[in-house]
């Protein structure tokens, strides 16, 4: 098997796995964050939280290495957006998904201690439990915006060069511009991140992510877009 078809089989894989630990980690995390008595619900299911944050460790993890795997293919086409990608989708995405489980982890602290307090006088207790969490909003939506551009890197990239099938591309663009949209609306406190019109609005590019993983792991790139790699070079504009 040849090094490109490992890369895209690895990259499919690596994208289910990222999308998966995604998911669990909200089902993990949003019981006990998005309850109206957060601070009790966390501490009630502190080691529940904990599992959430560290799914989100794994989904950044995987998630930053797809552009690791891409980038010795990418940057013989268009160099200068594989490393924008490897930044934002790479770096970027990854460090903001590290500091939102410290931020998750300093949650669960403060909840624990607010559980334990058994006294009327809670409030600054409630006050840093409301600002971790507000800090998690921010984070996720600062993180959403960063996944984002790198992914409209990708698909204008893979569209330009047909890697992969352009409506693949197409619906690419089309489903990350709505994630960013509720990144900015959330931004702007004018969306919550578990609300129904946030979920809805995010699963085309869930679904498009895993259309695109399993065809890379079944069909791999495009044969004669591949043949052409070393020689074209894709100019952006």
């Given at each position: 098997?040849?090094?490109?078809?490992?890369?895209?089989?690895?990259?499919?894989?690596?994208?289910?796995?990222?999308?998966?630990?995604?998911?669990?980690?909200?089902?993990?995390?949003?019981?006990?964050?998005?309850?109206?008595?957060?601070?009790?619900?966390?501490?009630?299911?502190?080691?529940?939280?904990?599992?959430?944050?560290?799914?989100?460790?794994?989904?950044?993890?995987?998630?930053?290495?797809?552009?690791?795997?891409?980038?010795?293919?990418?940057?013989?086409?268009?160099?200068?957006?594989?490393?924008?990608?490897?930044?934002?989708?790479?770096?970027?995405?990854?460090?903001?998904?590290?500091?939102?489980?410290?931020?998750?982890?300093?949650?669960?602290?403060?909840?624990?201690?607010?559980?334990?307090?058994?006294?009327?006088?809670?409030?600054?207790?409630?006050?840093?439990?409301?600002?971790?969490?507000?800090?998690?909003?921010?984070?996720?939506?600062?993180?959403?915006?960063?996944?984002?551009?790198?992914?409209?890197?990708?698909?204008?990239?893979?569209?330009?060069?047909?890697?992969?099938?352009?409506?693949?591309?197409?619906?690419?663009?089309?489903?990350?511009?709505?994630?960013l949209t509720t990144c900015i609306l959330i931004i702007f406190h004018l969306?919550?991140?578990?609300?129904?019109?946030?979920?809805?609005?995010?699963?085309?590019?869930?679904?498009?992510?895993?259309?695109?993983?399993?065809?890379?792991?079944?069909?791999?790139?495009?044969?004669?877009?591949?043949?052409?790699?070393?020689?074209?070079?894709?100019?952006?504009?």
């Amino acid at each position: 098997m040849n090094t490109k078809r490992t890369a895209a089989i690895i990259v499919g894989v690596l994208y289910i796995i990222g999308t998966v630990t995604g998911i669990l980690s909200v089902v993990f995390t949003a019981p006990s964050i998005n309850a109206p008595d957060y601070l009790t619900k966390v501490a009630a299911n502190e080691n529940q939280v904990t599992v959430g944050a560290l799914l989100v460790l794994t989904m950044g993890l995987a998630l930053a290495m797809v552009p690791v795997m891409l980038f010795p293919i990418l940057k013989k086409i268009n160099e200068v957006l594989a490393v924008g990608y490897l930044v934002f989708r790479g770096a970027l995405e990854a460090v903001l998904d590290i500091i939102l489980v410290i931020n998750w982890f300093f949650l669960i602290t403060v909840s624990l201690e607010y559980a334990a307090a058994g006294t009327p006088d809670v409030s600054s207790f409630q006050a840093l439990g409301a600002l971790f969490l507000k800090g998690s909003d921010s984070i996720s939506a600062i993180a959403g915006i960063a996944f984002g551009l790198g992914a409209l890197m990708l698909y204008y990239v893979f569209y330009q060069s047909k890697l992969v099938p352009r409506w693949i591309s197409i619906w690419g663009v089309i489903a990350i511009l709505l994630n960013l949209t509720t990144c900015i609306l959330i931004i702007f406190h004018l969306q919550s991140p578990f609300s129904t019109m946030n979920s809805v609005m995010n699963f085309p590019i869930f679904l498009q992510e895993m259309v695109m993983a399993v065809w890379l792991i079944a069909k791999g790139f495009n044969p004669s877009a591949i043949a052409s790699v070393p020689i074209k070079q894709i100019q952006a504009g």
